[in-house]
């Protein structure tokens, strides 16, 4: 196989967009196994249609517009939005019992080690949202109460920096429409992902390495104070896929009570990973996968832990299937 060969010449052009476009698929569906059906299709698409590419828009540019209406076509045969448990509904009273109901698609975190392959463009005069800001869990958990054409169009527009001509002839609309929906959009978008609050900085400095240093004795030697310290008063804790939900220290530290009463001190073990540009651990019970924990820190304080009980992500970060026993 030669660079003269169609498909090689397909691969080569189109693999440097796989990332980004998988980042496109997972803000707009707000899951990472649908991210990649969606990318697989795309390339699919692309790939039977390479031939007719005429280079009147980039690559890139026709990638996401195949990637794009893929996903809205694909939105279009859900019943629910992927959310988080604090938007589904009041907190369920009690604790958790039993098994999970399955039947709710709950979002997915995203691993940072995808991210990284992602390149962050220079801001443009259309740019609202930057690389750290528009991958947060908070972020991408807002914008799956849009409608899905308003989410495409904030996503091309706000986020990947499209002019509103260029989203519209996305779309197949005109511009004014595309501002109308922006202008929806943005509203519900501040209403749930207000301005100003975003989670701190990526890179973490001392003092949040010492937080989150915390974070892990606190659960480790079961310390139910020293954990209570580490949350701001209005901190909300979710665990997925259980609905229940949990927002302020008391509350949250009922659940903590209860969960260190089920499991043997010494049980647990932490590996640091990232996911979606915020601080995150792969819990560990008894050396098997448990959970890949979330959290948003703002003001030196966890506002937010989400601990997502799906172990099927471990391999999607990349974490070992088993840990070995701590030695006595």
């Given at each position: ?8 010449v397909?691969?080569?052009?189109v ?12 803000r ?42 893929a ?26 019992e ?72 996305l ?39 010492a ?65 979606n ?28 832990i ?15 299937a ?7």
């Amino acid at each position: 196989m030669t660079d003269a060969d169609p498909d090689a010449v397909f691969q080569r052009l189109v693999e440097p967009h796989r990332r980004e476009i998988h980042l496109h698929c997972y803000r707009m569906l707000g899951s990472l196994d649908d991210a990649e059906d969606l990318v697989q299709e795309t390339y699919l698409r692309a790939w039977r249609a390479f031939d007719r590419f005429e280079g009147r828009a980039s690559l890139r540019t026709w990638l996401h517009r195949i990637a794009t209406n893929a996903c809205l076509n694909a939105l279009a045969s859900r019943r629910a939005a992927r959310v988080l448990p604090e938007a589904y509904g009041p907190p369920p009273p009690g604790m958790p019992e039993g098994a999970p109901a399955t039947e709710v698609p709950w979002l997915d975190p995203y691993p940072d080690s995808a991210l990284d392959e992602v390149a962050d463009a220079a801001p443009g005069p259309d740019a609202r949202y930057e690389m750290h800001e528009s991958v947060q869990l908070a972020f991408v958990a807002a914008i799956q109460h849009l409608p899905p054409r308003q989410r495409a169009a904030l996503l091309l527009h706000d986020v990947l920096r499209w002019s509103a001509s260029e989203t519209a002839a996305l779309l197949d609309t005109s511009a004014a429409s595309v501002n109308s929906a922006l202008q929806r959009a943005r509203a519900t978008l501040e209403r749930r992902f207000p301005a100003g609050q975003p989670a701190e900085r990526p890179a973490p400095d001392e003092r949040q390495r010492a937080l989150l240093d915390r974070y892990v004795r606190a659960w480790e030697e079961s310390d139910l104070d020293g954990f209570l310290a580490l949350l701001r008063e209005d901190a909300v804790m979710s665990m997925p896929p259980w609905p229940h939900w949990y927002r302020g220290r008391e509350a949250i530290g009922e659940l903590f009570t209860w969960v260190h009463a089920r499991h043997a001190a010494g049980s647990y073990a932490f590996v640091p990973t990232a996911a979606n540009r915020q601080p995150a651990f792969a819990m560990y019970l008894s050396g098997r996968p448990h959970d890949i924990t979330v959290l948003t820190v703002r003001d030196g304080a966890v506002a937010a832990i989400v601990a997502f009980l799906d172990t099927r992500l471990f391999a999607s970060f990349g974490l070992p299937a088993e840990l070995a026993a701590p030695a006595r």
